[in-house]
């Protein structure tokens, strides 16, 4: 008989059936009128009724498969009995049946921290800016991004009544990512991608200091790194302390699977073992191609200003 699939496609494959959960609890969340929106830190720091049920699904889903693997959420939430309709114990076939690539062929699940953002660019959500909306789920061994699923709930939603709402892409080092058409920015043009509600003079200077030729803002880390693999941006680049472990580990998986680069400001790795700090201090910048240019234009007073 053939041998059952390795741990990490497991995960994987689960991974990709609960984000598409997820994206069916954000989608009746919205059209049922009540977001319940609560400011965390502040008014651009805002959890959702949706964001709440959406981790309790992930997280519960996953941890009743995997119990020894760490989840970490982005939402501090009571650990009550999760409703059994927020379950998802699906699988999808096709991760199943790939290969797992032989250096991840051994892990244990006590080896596994899953980071997660039940829903990335809550902001945007609210404002009914539902493009930029994505679920992160993220795979780390070693220390490393190592695979991810970034579920867009809302991908295809201006297409008209009878389009088809949502797509899943996942990817796992040493395989690739799918679910998208993988497409480069156009040649020689510098197209940063940054944050649209999390603004500030650092990240504006250094960003200029990179001479543009166009900058988008949108929301959500998940939504930069699909703006990079989908060639409508060039860079990603944020000179702030914002974004968290569970914003970059899914996007940095797929990114790395399909040869782009994601490093602090500093260009350091991020590291996602279970103990390390959540925060991602020293900002972000990422491309699929041509990391060292950008890297190497910028200013040394950002550099001074974000401490690792």
């Known amino acids: 008989s053939m041998a059952s699939p390795a741990l990490l496609m497991r995960v994987v494959a689960s991974a990709y059936s609960v984000a598409e959960k997820a994206a069916t609890i954000v989608r009746n969340v919205m059209s049922a009128g009540d977001l319940g929106i609560v400011e965390k830190t502040g008014a651009n720091d805002l959890q959702t009724k949706a964001d709440r049920l959406v981790q309790m699904s992930i997280c519960a889903s996953l941890a009743r498969k995997f119990p020894k693997v760490t989840i970490i959420g982005e939402e501090e939430l009571p650990t009550d009995e999760v409703a059994e309709e927020l379950i998802e114990d699906g699988n999808c076939e096709e991760i199943l049946n790939k290969t797992c690539p032989a250096q991840y062929a051994g892990i244990k699940e006590e080896e596994l921290v899953i980071w997660v953002d ?27 991004a190592i695979a991810g699923v970034i579920n867009q709930p809302y991908y295809n939603y201006e297409a008209g009544a009878s389009a088809v709402l949502g797509r899943t892409i996942w990817g796992v080092l040493g395989m690739g990512a799918f679910g998208f058409q993988l497409t480069e920015a156009p040649a020689g043009k510098h197209i940063i991608v940054t944050t649209r509600s999390h603004s500030s003079a650092l990240v504006n200077d250094c960003i200029s200091a990179l001479n543009p030729d166009n900058v988008i803002r949108v929301g959500g880390a998940g939504n930069k790194i699909i703006q990079l693999i989908e060639g409508k941006a060039s860079a990603y680049v944020f000179a702030s302390p914002g974004c968290k472990k569970w914003d970059t580990c899914a996007p940095e998986a ?38 060292d240019y950008y890297a190497s234009r910028i200013p040394n007073t950002v550099k001074q200003s974000l401490v690792p």
């Open 254 to 291: 797929i990114l790395h699977a399909v040869g782009g680069k994601i490093t602090d400001i500093h260009g350091n790795s991020f590291q996602y073992n279970k103990e390390v700090k959540h925060m991602n201090s020293a900002g972000v910048l990422a491309t699929l191609r041509n990391y």
């Open 118 to 144: 039940p829903l990335d660019g809550t902001k945007e959500y609210t404002e009914g800016l539902l493009d930029h909306v994505t679920v992160l789920i993220g795979i780390a061994y070693g220390g490393k």
